[in-house]
């Protein structure tokens, strides 16, 4: 079939693709001397019963692309239709389909991988502000120009905000990038663009996409599996750049980036370190090496003392100025609980009470009670949001949640916030809340003791970082982010762990525990009893909400991270347990105040065994003394 010399008022030059329903052609704009590209939809070669189907699609194209400009998306100039062609006016492109790059097997460097990557996210999150949805996000739709630009194109089965072109139940899109809700054929949103770019990042990467085979294998390994990380294909790819593709490709809509602004910024980050890790990597620390480590300026800055945080302005009027008696305040909105807990602690301290959070909290606000002890489940507002928002107001408040077993998600996450001393369970023994609140109010007045006596931070902190577990990813992870500052040990197993706390000052310990690793919390019990300077985040991929809290009472555990790990989240705890562990060594009674009371050790010969060894260790800084 010989090409059309005009389509419309454009000149046609010659033809630059066909495909089963039409062609694509070089076309000029007569009228402004432009060079365009015309692509087309012959009406002939296609079913009667499908013709307006596909015409509805293809006015759909116009439409969706129409309402966008952006330097990364391929711009629609026109639409028309005569009897034989529907046709769109396009931008014409100088370069060559992402699909065709990959053809050619020549691997990219990271650099050249963030910045395709970057632009690509940057075009689609314009998109998705503006209420369209690609849904076809494929390596031959993105076009990338001689000089490197990339143009988003082929927006055919986008979804507009106000479209209702397709319906729940269809399955649309290229199988090798499909999200899973788009094999369920449940609602599509930006987030499956956010997954086919991680798709597609992942195997500009890794030379290979992260799911491999026919239609149907693809399928459900995109329904059932997790891929393996990049790195596994390219080393040359930071443990940081694995989680955001990793993240990015999470089954679950809610666990993905939100928005494609939030993966750009996180795979950025990823690209800079595997930059940085092909320039230096930094080999494993021997144990028995001992060496004075600098801290990193950052890790400095961010473990400021107590007394350097900004005190909040005390109100002149309190509950009893002259009153030697801790204030507490419990929160339930149950009076019969409420009731209880006064008969209980009422001769000890002054009590003071409220039956929701937004009551409790500005009462915080004003008297800025010694502790505060909240039930979880709560109108308003839940326990867990009372207490971050008490940290915020209060910072000295020493906060304790009541909670049940079933709240495992609200235990993790308050623990990881850093707003709760203790958990106490329902039913409570009284002898064991009392205990903890008795605690709570000497942590209390330490922090406020601290905040009296201004101290500064040393210049340098010989403190390092020991991560415990046969898995190597994460000491590398941990190493990659720490390796430069301080020290990063790492140990197979909780011998190992002790040969390491005999030889060499240890701030903090990053534990991956498997469930029913009954020496490793035996030992962190004990070891926060003799040593509560030593702080203890804990990686485990367990789901018993009674463990979590046995060792989060039993042996203070500083922070959990559920696995998969989120080394953005990993991060923020470690720079937490640094400036804690600074804090500590400024002000001796704060850790003193965190020792524990004789943990609860079922086997009698471990407890022994573990005791011993624990017992036998340096105090670094005056703390084992009793």
């Known amino acids: 079939m010989n090409a059309p010399t005009t389509i419309g008022k454009y000149q046609i030059q010659g033809m630059l693709g066909q495909g089963g329903m039409g062609t694509v052609y070089k076309g000029f704009d007569p009228a402004i001397h432009r060079e365009v590209a015309v692509?087309?939809?012959?009406?002939?070669?296609?079913?009667?019963?499908d013709?307006?189907?596909?015409?509805?699609?293809?006015?759909?194209?116009?439409?969706?692309?129409?309402?966008?400009?952006?330097?990364?998306?391929?711009?629609?100039?026109?639409?028309g239709e005569d009897l034989d062609l529907a046709f769109i006016v396009i931008e014409l492109v100088h370069g060559k389909s992402l699909f065709q790059h990959l053809q050619a097997k020549s691997r990219l460097e990271p650099k050249e991988v963030g910045d395709l990557v970057a632009q690509l996210l940057d075009g689609l999150g314009y998109a998705h502000a503006r209420g369209v949805v690609h849904r076809d996000v494929k390596p031959s739709n993105i076009l990338v120009t001689n000089d490197g630009r990339v143009k988003i194109t082929d927006?055919?089965?986008?979804?507009?905000?106000?479209?209702?072109?397709?319906?729940?139940?269809?399955?649309?899109?290229s199988p090798g990038y499909m999200s899973p809700e788009q094999f369920l054929g449940t609602e599509i949103d930006a987030r499956s663009d956010i997954y086919s770019v991680a798709v597609i990042a992942y195997e500009l990467l890794a030379g290979r996409r992260p799911f491999t085979g026919n239609d149907a294998e693809v399928m459900r390994q995109v329904l059932n599996e997790r891929a393996a990380n990049p790195s596994e294909h390219n080393p040359a790819i930071s443990a940081q750049l694995d989680w955001a593709v990793q993240k990015a490709l999470t089954k679950e809509r809610a666990q993905r980036f939100q928005r494609a602004e939030e993966f750009a910024e996180a795979f950025a980050k990823g690209i800079q370190a595997s930059i940085r890790q092909s320039m230096s990597v930094p080999g494993p620390v021997d144990l028995t090496e001992v060496t004075t480590q600098r801290m990193d300026p950052d890790l400095l800055a961010a473990a400021r003392m107590i007394a350097s945080a900004r005190e909040e302005e005390?109100?002149?009027?309190?509950?009893d100025p002259g009153a030697k008696k801790a204030r507490i305040l419990f929160v339930d909105d149950e009076e019969r609980v409420l009731s209880a807990l006064r008969s209980i602690f009422r001769t000890q301290y002054h009590v003071f009470t409220a039956t929701n959070g937004p009551q409790a909290l500005a009462f915080v606000k004003r008297f800025h009670p010694n502790v505060v002890v909240s039930d979880q489940r709560m109108p308003e507002m839940t326990g867990v949001d009372l207490l971050r928002q008490v940290r915020e107001v209060a910072p000295e408040s020493v906060s304790m949640l009541i909670t049940g077993y079933s709240d495992l998600s609200a235990i993790v996450g308050s623990i990881n916030e850093g707003e709760v001393f203790r958990f106490i369970s329902k039913p409570w023994n009284q002898q064991e809340l009392q205990q903890a609140v008795s605690d709570a109010v000497a942590v209390s007045l330490g922090l406020a003791d601290a905040a009296a006596v201004p101290t500064e931070v040393p210049g340098e902190l010989s403190g390092s970082i020991l991560v415990m577990g046969r898995d190597e990813t994460l000491y590398r992870v941990v190493n990659e982010m720490f390796g430069k500052g301080g020290a990063v040990l790492r140990a197979d197993d909780v011998d190992g762990m002790f040969a390491a706390l005999e030889s060499r000052e240890i701030a903090v310990i990053v534990a991956d525990i498997e469930k029913g690793a009954s020496e490793a919390t035996a030992s962190f019990k004990l070891l926060k009893q003799e040593h509560p300077e030593?702080?203890?985040?804990v990686v485990t991929d367990a789901a018993d909400a009674e463990l979590v809290i046995e060792l989060i009472n039993e042996a203070q555990i500083f922070r959990f991270i559920h696995k998969p790990v989120s080394v953005p989240l990993l991060r923020q705890h470690l720079g937490a347990a640094?400036?804690?562990?600074?804090?500590?060594?400024?002000?001796?009674?704060?850790?003193?105040r965190h020792r524990v009371a004789p943990p609860k050790v079922k086997d009698e010969s471990l407890a022994e065994k573990v005791g011993g060894r624990v017992r036998s260790l340096k105090g670094w800084f005056g703390l084992a003394e009793k």
């Open 51 to 79: 013709l307006q189907y596909a015409l509805t699609r293809f006015r759909h194209e116009a439409q969706a692309v129409g309402r966008l400009t952006h330097p990364n998306i391929a711009a629609i100039y026109d639409y």
């Open 155 to 173: 927006f055919g089965i986008a979804r507009l905000d106000s479209s209702q072109l397709t319906h729940v139940g269809e399955i649309m899109g």
């Open 39 to 49: 692509k087309t939809v012959t009406k002939s070669a296609l079913d009667p019963a």
């Open 534 to 537: 030593i702080l203890t985040v």
């Open 578 to 592: 640094l400036k804690r562990y600074a804090e500590y060594r400024q002000s001796p009674q704060l850790a003193r």
């Open 314 to 319: 005390r109100p002149a009027a309190v509950p």
